[in-house]
C-alpha cells in the first residue's frame, strides 16, 4: 500500500523529490496573431474562476457553487486559537503550504489590477475580487502574533507515512480517515525570528500590499488593514533576514522537497514593488531596486518561486521607467524566436517538463502586461502579444485538443484531482483502506465523477503527447498556481480583443452536480443573479455580477438541473457530518 500512495499522491512534482521527464523541445514555430479571438476567453476566465471554488477550505456558506463540495476542514485550529480552515487546497491534496498559496492570491489580485475593467465587462470582477478575498483573510488569519506567522499547514507525510498525500477521499471527511490519525495543526509552521523565510513573508506582504490596491475603492477600512499586515510583514521579511531552506523544524522538511525555494532577494523585491504600488511611498522603490539588483541573476522564469520578471513588470506598468522596461524585454527575449528557450513541435513553450502550460501562462501574462502599457498597437508589442497568443491559444485547442477541464474539444476528463474523483456525495471505496483507494484513482480508467471545470492540467510531453490518466500525473497535475496567471491572461486577451466581442458567461447549462441523487442543501441565488443562474434580464448594480442572456458552452458537458434557484435551508449534510466526524473523535 506504501507503494500505492508514493506513487499516487503527486503534490507538486517540481522539487528534488522527483526527477523531471526529458525535454528534448528544439523547435521555433512561427505564428500568425489571428485577427479576432479564435476562443471564447469569456468561458475559460468564468470556468478558470469556477475551478478555484473546487480548491475552497472551511466553511462554504449557505450558496456554494459545486454540489460536490461542502464544508471542510473541521480541526484546522493553531496552537494560538488561529483560525486556519480557510484558503485555498494546494492541488489533489490538502495542503496550505504557505509560499505557493501567498503567490497565487498576489497573482490573482494582479489580475484585477493589470486587467480588472476587462474582467468587469464580462462580469467577472466581483467574482475575482471574493477569490482574492478568500485567499487573503486565510493569510490574515496566519498572523498569529507580532512574532509568529503560519508559514505551513497540513502533515503531508510523516517519515516514509504518507498522510495528506495518502489520504483519496475528499476533504470533507478527512478527519474521519486520514491515514495514523494525524490532523492538519500537527503540520503547522511558525514563521518568526529563529525559524524565518524571507520568501514567505515577503511574498505575503506582496499579496496584501496587492489586495490593499484592488479593495480600496470598495472597502477603505480593509483596504488599510491589508496594507498595515503587508508593512508588518515586510518588515518581519527585512529585519530577520533567511530562507526556509535552512529551517530546522521538521514541518518545513517537505516543504523543501516539493517547494524548494532559489532565494528570497526576489520576493523582497517583489514585497516592496507593490507597497510602491499601494502607497506611492519611494522609499519602498528603492528598496525593490536594491532587491531587484541581489536577484538580478534570475531574470528567465517567472512563478511562485520566480518574481524578478513579475517585479519588473509591475514596476514598468506602474512607472514606465527604461530600467523596468529593459528588464522585462530581456525576460521576453528568452522566449521569442532565437531566444534561450524552444517551444515544442506545435509551439508550446517548453522550458520545464512540470507545468509547462502554467509557466508559459505565466509568460503571456507578463508579456500582455508590458503590452497593454506601450499601447496593443505599438510596434514593439506586437511580438509579444503574438507569443502570448500563441501560448493560450495552444492550451485552448491549437495543438489539437483541449488542456482545460471542461472546455473545448478532447478536454480532459481524467484530472489528477480527489474531490473531484471521490465526492462526499460520491464515495464509493468510503471507509476501504486508503491502499485500496490509492490503487483504484491511480490504476481506474473511471473519469472523475464530477467535472473540474476550468482546471489548467499540468501539460504534455516535449514531444507534445499527452496521456488523459491519473497515473501519469506530469500530465494531468492541477495546482492553484497553475491557474493563476492562466486567469489573468484570459482576461487580458478580452481587454486586447476589444471587450464589446465577448458575453458574460454563466453558470447555466454547466453540470455542477446537482443533479446528483445525494445533491442537497441548493443554493438560492435570487431572481436578480444572472450569474450563477439561467436567469435573464437582471438588473446590475455597481460592482455586482449580473448579465443578460445565457451561454453557449463549448465543454461538451452540459446539464439543465441548472442553478435556477432551488431553496434548501441550512446545511444538514456538512452539519451530520461534522457530528459524525465529532463522534469518531470523541
Known amino acids: 500500500a506504501l507503494l500505492v500512495h508514493l506513487l499516487a499522491t503527486a503534490p ?165 480517515w486520514v491515514p495514523e490519525h494525524i490532523m492538519h495543526p500537527a503540520g503547522l509552521s511558525y514563521i518568526n525570528s529563529t525559524n524565518p523565510s524571507s520568501e514567505i513573508l515577503g511574498e505575503t506582504a506582496a499579496t496584501l500590499a496587492a489586495a490593499s490596491v484592488i479593495f480600496k475603492n470598495d472597502d477603505a477600512d480593509y483596504s488599510a488593514k491589508l496594507l498595515d499586515h503587508a508593512k508588518d510583514l515586510y518588515n518581519r521579511a527585512t529585519t530577520n533576514i533567511g530562507s526556509y531552506m535552512k529551517s530546522t523544524d521538521p514541518n518545513m522538511k517537505t516543504t523543501k522537497e516539493w517547494y524548494p525555494s532559489s532565494l528570497f532577494y526576489d520576493e523582497l523585491a517583489w514585497g516592496a514593488a507593490w507597497l510602491y504600488v499601494a502607497t506611492k511611498d519611494e522609499s519602498y522603490r528603492t528598496l525593490a531596486d536594491g532587491w531587484r539588483h541581489n536577484a538580478s541573476d534570475h531574470n528567465d522564469e517567472y512563478s511562485w518561486d520566480e518574481k524578478l520578471p513579475g517585479t519588473n513588470a509591475l514596476l514598468f506598468a506602474e512607472t514606465g521607467e527604461d530600467t523596468y522596461k529593459t528588464g522585462v524585454e530581456a525576460f ?32 503571456g501574462f507578463v508579456m500582455m502586461v508590458y503590452a497593454k502599457k506601450l499601447g496593443y498597437q505599438h510596434p514593439n508589442s506586437t511580438q509579444p502579444i503574438t507569443t502570448a497568443a500563441q ?79 491519473r497515473a501519469r500525473y506530469e500530465f494531468t497535475e492541477v495546482t492553484q498556481d497553475y491557474n493563476a496567471a492562466f486567469t489573468g491572461l484570459n482576461a487580458a486577451f478580452i481587454d486586447y480583443y476589444g471587450h464589446s466581442n465577448f458575453k458574460a458567461f454563466t453558470d447555466c447549462g454547466l453540470d455542477l452536480g446537482w443533479s446528483h441523487p445525494n445533491a442537497s442543501n441548493f443554493p438560492n441565488w435570487g431572481d436578480n443573479d444572472c450569474y450563477h443562474t439561467c436567469n435573464t434580464n437582471c438588473t446590475a448594480s455597481s460592482g455586482s455580477n449580473s448579465s443578460s442572456g445565457s451561454n453557449s458552452s463549448s465543454s461538451g458537458h452540459k446539464s439543465n438541473d441548472g442553478m435556477t434557484g432551488r431553496k434548501v435551508a441550512g446545511w444538514g449534510a456538512a452539519a ?11
Not at 451530520?576 to 470523541?586: E, K, Q, R, V, W
Request: glycine share 12%; proline share 5%.
Open 12 to 176: 507538486v512534482v517540481r522539487g528534488e523529490a522527483e526527477h523531471d521527464p526529458p525535454n528534448h523541445a528544439a523547435s521555433t514555430v512561427s505564428y500568425t496573431l489571428p485577427t479576432t479571438a479564435k476562443y471564447d476567453y469569456a468561458e475559460v476566465l468564468h470556468k478558470s474562476f469556477l475551478f478555484y471554488h473546487a480548491q475552497r477550505s472551511g466553511d462554504l456558506g449557505p450558496n456554494r457553487r459545486l454540489a460536490w463540495r461542502g464544508n471542510s476542514c473541521f480541526i484546522c485550529s493553531g496552537p494560538n486559537g488561529e483560525d486556519l480552515s480557510g484558503g485555498y487546497y494546494e492541488a489533489a491534496n490538502t495542503m496550505k503550504w504557505g509560499l505557493p498559496l501567498a503567490f497565487t492570491v498576489t497573482q490573482l489580485a494582479w489580475n484585477v489590477y493589470a486587467f480588472g475593467d476587462a474582467m468587469a465587462a464580462v462580469n467577472e470582477l466581483k467574482e475575482a475580487k471574493e477569490g482574492v478575498k478568500w485567499g487573503v483573510d486565510y493569510l490574515v488569519n496566519c498572523i498569529s502574533s507580532p512574532e509568529n506567522f503560519v508559514g505551513q499547514f497540513g502533515v503531508s507525510a510523516v517519515g516514509d507515512t504518507d498522510i495528506d498525500f495518502g489520504y483519496f477521499g475528499p476533504p470533507e471527511e478527512y478527519e474521519m
Open 391 to 469: 501560448q493560450i491559444n495552444y492550451a485552448l485547442g491549437d495543438c489539437g485538443r483541449s488542456w482545460v477541464v471542461g472546455f473545448g474539444e478532447g478536454s480532459p476528463i481524467r484530472p489528477y484531482h480527489k474531490s473531484s474523483y471521490n465526492s462526499f456525495i460520491d464515495y464509493p471505496l468510503r471507509g476501504k483502506d486508503n491502499g485500496v483507494q490509492g490503487d483504484d484513482f491511480l490504476n481506474s480508467n473511471t473519469t472523475n465523477r464530477f467535472i473540474l471545470y476550468g482546471a489548467l492540467e499540468g501539460g504534455p510531453a516535449w514531444d507534445d503527447t499527452f496521456a488523459d490518466n
Open 576 to 586: 451530520a457530518l461534522a457530528g459524525a466526524i465529532a463522534a469518531l473523535l470523541a
Open 332 to 363: 521576453m527575449a528568452n522566449f521569442f524566436p532565437g531566444g534561450s528557450v524552444k517551444q515544442t513541435a506545435k509551439g508550446l513553450i517548453y522550458g520545464d517538463s512540470w507545468g509547462s502550460l502554467s509557466y508559459a501562462a505565466n509568460i
